[in-house]
Structures are given as structure tokens and as C-alpha cells.
């Protein structure tokens, strides 16, 4: 009986280191078929002193430090740096190591990763391991380049198409611009968005994607037009809709945009807010491109797209900008756009020929809004001197949407060459009243009821007294003498142009 307890006993004993001895944790662990966002491909751990430390590879960010890394049994937490959401700066994740592998879980932003991973052998380290680019230049400052005297005119492929763009589709938008009668009302670019790009040549050159075959032949076609053709990067490794960014080949891409042909650049910031979460990293980065646009010696408008983060308004233009986006993404719904259009847009400053707010690109013709809707997103935009960058499928503007983007009056408001943004002037139970001056001593007054009945509303005293005609834009009509109190439906806007006395265009459509 004790032989037999003795003999259980040493067995245990031989056993148990075996059993016990944990795989060990650390070394280099990669993850294959990793989802698009953030993309962890990597995850070392190293010991350090009684503990150990590590971090995650991701595609959008490279490296994340492993704050606090725990290591109890089988399973490492640790905190990672969390993006745009204040309430969790970082996020609590996970690994656990099981004898085939690892399992990591954890949160960024608005995605929850979980992701099987194994040891990865040396070359695949390698592969996966992250390229920093070179220091960015410190802060220059561009001089006016001529460019965009008046605010941007166009199209742009995001709103309807987002990702569904291909050379076919942008070759049609050119074609509906001139057929339509667009291109010579004033809207001249033509402009890709996200998802356009492939991958790098072994020389770092980005290329296209399948669906964009030759980009300097697509430049010729919508040139041919009498058009410009624009595109879209960003200065992070990976564009907003993941696709290959321009980080480490800034000056780079500047390059091959110039020699496709490229007209103007939205840069928009996306992945690049993780290297560059501060105004003085910001600002640098947008000068490097726009210096390197300013390189290549070809007139490139240039687009900031940073939200309006860091008072962009301020230093826009002398990092080259032309126009900088204020606000997050327009949807085609009235709310999301009358709070850009009423509140955020606003607060900006420093509108004037060659730099514009822009309050993203317009949704007219989409469909998610009623026409007085939409004429109140119109002429939101162009009393504030707001670029003006369709956003719909070119070959299906509806008639009540032609005559809103079409309407010589309303853009002519817009592309004034006093390049006033126009401000809220008045107040009151829901009726705004805005004011933008014009060159020559016009002036525009639009009248916006934000409530949801129709309402009559004042014509400003003091405007008639000015002695010249009153133009209903959106009528297309002079007011007679006697029409004091104009009827502004719900959602909806009156626009007028008080043209000085003398003038004597009969249309009110000073360009
Ligand atoms: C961001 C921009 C949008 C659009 C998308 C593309 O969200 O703000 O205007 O360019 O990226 O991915």
C-alpha cells in the first residue's frame, strides 16, 4: 500500500513540471487574415525585469505601446491608446496564450478585434515589423499662390459612390457635367475621393487600383472636357476607408499627382491623427504636402481635411491650403447638415480669395431632403462663401435639383469676388437673417425659417431705403415696392440680392 502511494506520489512529481511549465509567452506573435481596422498583424512581448513589456503592430497606426502590461498564468492585459473617444483614452486588452497559440481581444475607436494569432518566424517578423518616415519638416509657411480666387466649384465622388468608384463612373460624371449644362454654370472638378488607390511598385510609387487603369489618361479625358480632375490621400499609412495612405511618401505622391495630371488634392487625415495628435504635428504635416505640391511646379488646388481640428482656419493657407474642411461628415439629412451649416461652419474665420472654410461637399440632388431643404443647404453654402463640390450621381439631377445647383444667382453669391463668408445678423423665433456683402455694393440677405411651419417674415427694414432693386433669387424675380413680408416655407429660405442703385444687370447675376 505505501509502495503503491509512493509510486503515485513520484509520478506526480515527474508529472508536474511538465504539466505546469508554461509555453513560454514571450517572442514575436503574428496574426494572418487580420481585419481592415485597426489591422493588428504583430504582437511582441519581451520580459522586463519582473514583469514584461510589449505592443501591438496595427496597418493604421504601426506600433501601440502596452501600457501596464500584466502577465498572470496564461493571460497578459494591458492598456493600448484609445482614438477620438475622450470618455476612454485607452482601452483594457487581452491576450491569452493557449498551447496553439494566442487570442487577442481588446477595443479601438469603434471596432472590438478579436484575433487568433501563432509564433511567427523570422521573415515574417521582418515583413510585418514598421517603417516610421522621416521627421517632418519643421513649419514652413507657403506664400498665395493665385489659386482659387473664388471658392472651389465641382463634384466629388464620396457621397454617392463612396468606395463604388471606378474610371468608368468618373469618366460619366465628366461627360454629365458638360452635357447637363453643370460645367457652365461654374462647376469645373472633377474630383475622386477614397479608394482609388492600390499598392505601392517596388520603387514605393502608389499605383491605382484594377478599377482606375490608367490615371494620365483619365486626367486627358476629363481635361479634354474643359474639366479638372481631382484625387484624394492622406497623410496617416492608411486613407479613412483603409487604403494606402501617403505617410513616408509624401513628396513622393505629390509627384506622381502632378505627372497623372492632377488638378487639386483632398489630404485628409484619418490613421495620420495617431502620429500627429498635437497642432504643431498637424500643421507639419500638411505643410509637407503642401510644400511638395508647390514642388512640382504644377498648380494643384489643396484641400485640408482634418474635421477643423486645431483652428484650422488660422494657418490653413500659409501651409498652402485653399480650402479646409470645418466640421466631421456631412450625411444627406437636414439636421446633420443644418448644424454644420448654422452652428459649427460659423465659427470659423478667415474666409477670403484663396483659402475657404469648407463645410463639406453638398448633398443636393441624393434625395434625403425636401427642395426647401435642400435651397436652404444651397444657399447655407453660398452666403457663407463655402466651396461648392457636388456630391450626387451627375446623370440623374432631377429638374427641382438642376434648378437649385444651377441657379446663376444663388452662385453667383457664392463665387462674388469680394470673397466675404457671410454671418447671422438676426435671430428670432426661428427666422435667421444673414448677410454677405458683395463687390460693387450689392448685398445678399438670405431669410431661413429653421422651424417646421411656414412662416411670413420681414423683409429687413432699411434695404428698400437703399434705393435699388430687390432680387428674389430663388424666384428669379424683382420684389415690387409693396412686398414687405415674404412667405419663408418650413426648412426653408428666401435669398435675396439688393443690387446698389446704378447697376444696371437686370438679372441681379453679377459674376
Ligand atoms: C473621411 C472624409 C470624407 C471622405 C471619407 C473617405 O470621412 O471626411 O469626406 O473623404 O473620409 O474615406
Same mark, same amino acid.
Given at each position: 500500500?505505501?509502495?503503491?502511494? &509512493?509510486? @503515485? ?8 513540471? *511538465?504539466? !505546469?511549465?508554461?509555453? $513560454? /509567452? =514571450? ?81 479601438? &475607436?469603434? @471596432? ?8 511567427? *518566424?523570422? !521573415?515574417?517578423?521582418? $515583413? /510585418? =515589423? ?93 481635361? *479634354? ?287
Amino acid at each position: 500500500m505505501i509502495r503503491r502511494a &509512493w509510486a @503515485a506520489l513520484c509520478l506526480l512529481l515527474f508529472a508536474l513540471p *511538465a504539466a !505546469a511549465a508554461p509555453p $513560454a /509567452r =514571450t517572442g514575436s506573435w503574428v496574426f494572418d487574415g487580420a481585419p481592415s481596422y485597426p489591422g493588428v498583424t504583430m504582437m511582441r512581448v519581451e520580459r522586463a525585469g519582473a514583469g514584461v513589456r510589449g505592443e501591438i503592430t496595427t496597418r493604421w497606426y504601426g506600433p501601440i505601446a502596452m501600457q501596464n502590461p500584466r502577465l498572470r498564468g496564461d493571460t497578459l492585459t494591458f492598456d493600448a491608446r484609445n482614438l477620438n473617444d475622450n470618455a476612454h483614452p485607452t482601452r483594457r486588452w487581452t491576450a491569452r496564450f493557449t498551447p496553439r497559440g494566442v487570442r487577442l481581444t481588446g477595443d479601438m &475607436w469603434y @471596432a472590438h478585434v478579436v484575433q487568433d494569432g501563432r509564433r511567427g *518566424a523570422p !521573415a515574417e517578423v521582418a $515583413a /510585418r =515589423t514598421f517603417r516610421p518616415a522621416p521627421p517632418l519638416p519643421a513649419l514652413g509657411s507657403l506664400p498665395d499662390d493665385g489659386l482659387a480666387r473664388t471658392p472651389p466649384m465641382g463634384w466629388s465622388s464620396w457621397n454617392r459612390f463612396a468606395e463604388k468608384i471606378d474610371d468608368a463612373t468618373v469618366r460619366a460624371m465628366a461627360d454629365a457635367m458638360v452635357s447637363s449644362g453643370l460645367r457652365d454654370a461654374g462647376y469645373v472638378y472633377v474630383n475622386i475621393d477614397d479608394g482609388w488607390q492600390g499598392t505601392r511598385g517596388p520603387d514605393g510609387e502608389l499605383r491605382p487600383n484594377a478599377k482606375f487603369p490608367d490615371m494620365k489618361a483619365l486626367a486627358d479625358y476629363v481635361h *479634354a472636357r474643359g474639366l479638372k480632375l481631382g484625387i484624394y490621400s492622406s497623410p496617416g499609412p492608411k486613407t479613412c476607408a483603409g487604403y494606402e495612405g501617403s505617410y513616408g511618401h509624401v513628396e513622393q505622391d505629390a509627384r506622381t499627382f502632378a505627372r497623372w495630371g492632377v488638378d487639386f488634392l483632398k489630404y485628409d487625415l484619418c490613421s495620420g491623427e495617431w502620429f500627429y495628435a498635437d497642432a504643431d504635428s498637424v500643421k507639419r504635416t500638411y505643410y509637407q504636402m503642401g510644400a511638395a505640391l508647390r514642388a512640382t511646379g504644377r498648380p494643384i488646388v489643396y484641400s485640408l481635411c482634418q474635421y477643423g481640428r486645431f483652428d484650422v482656419a488660422d494657418w490653413g493657407r500659409s501651409v498652402g491650403g485653399h480650402l479646409w474642411r470645418t466640421t466631421g461628415d456631412i450625411t444627406d439629412d437636414y439636421k446633420t447638415m443644418s448644424d454644420i451649416g448654422f452652428v459649427r461652419n460659423p465659427q470659423f474665420p478667415h474666409a477670403g480669395p484663396g483659402g475657404w472654410n469648407d463645410p463639406d461637399m453638398l448633398e443636393v440632388g441624393n434625395g434625403g431632403m425636401s427642395a426647401d431643404e435642400y435651397r436652404t443647404h444651397f444657399t447655407l453654402w453660398a452666403i457663407q462663401a463655402a466651396p461648392l463640390l457636388m456630391g450626387h450621381d451627375l446623370r440623374l439631377t432631377g429638374a427641382s435639383d438642376a434648378a437649385i445647383l444651377e441657379n446663376g444667382g444663388a452662385i453667383a453669391i457664392d463665387q462674388d469676388s469680394l470673397g466675404v463668408q457671410g454671418r447671422r445678423e438676426a435671430s428670432i423665433d426661428g427666422i435667421e437673417t444673414w448677410r454677405k456683402p458683395l463687390a460693387g455694393g450689392d448685398v445678399a440677405i438670405a431669410i431661413f425659417n429653421r422651424t417646421t411651419a411656414d412662416r411670413d417674415a420681414d423683409v429687413p427694414p432699411g434695404l428698400a431705403a437703399q434705393g435699388g432693386r430687390i432680387i428674389d433669387v430663388w424666384r428669379g424675380r424683382a420684389l415690387a415696392a409693396d412686398e414687405t413680408r415674404l412667405r419663408v416655407p418650413a426648412h426653408g429660405t428666401v435669398l435675396l440680392r439688393v443690387v446698389a442703385p446704378g447697376t444696371t444687370d437686370q438679372e441681379g447675376t453679377k459674376r
